[in-house]
């Protein structure tokens, strides 16, 4: 069954406390080789059938009005994978 994978992610001006939170972590164990870190969110929809320009089309207005909040996020990918990855 085809899934279609659509990435969100804070828009870059905007603070990211959970990311914020997980760099603070990282530093102290001593992971000083990353200098930040941001933390968005993945929505995995599965099609039933094939996944035509129409389905990608809906797809991409949902990732726009429903999927993300376009005050505080961008939607960053919209790709098409064969199965869930774990």
């Known amino acids: ?9 804070p ?7 959970a990311g914020k939170a997980v760099a603070g972590t990282l530093n102290r164990l001593g992971k000083s ?7 968005g969110k993945r ?3 599965s099609v039933d059938g094939e ?5 990608l089309a809906d797809v991409r207005e949902l ?3 429903l999927l993300s909040n376009s005050v505080i996020e961008d939607v ?4 098409v994978a064969d199965e869930v990855t774990a």
């Open 11 to 17: 828009k870059p001006e905007l603070l990211d406390p």
């Open 51 to 55: 996944i035509t320009d129409t389905v």
């Open 43 to 45: 929505i995995e929809l």
């Open 76 to 79: 960053v990918s919209i790709t």
């Open 1 to 9: 069954m085809p899934i279609i994978v659509v990435e969100v992610m």
């Open 63 to 65: 990732a726009d009005e």
């Open 33 to 39: 080789e990353f200098s930040g870190v941001r933390i």
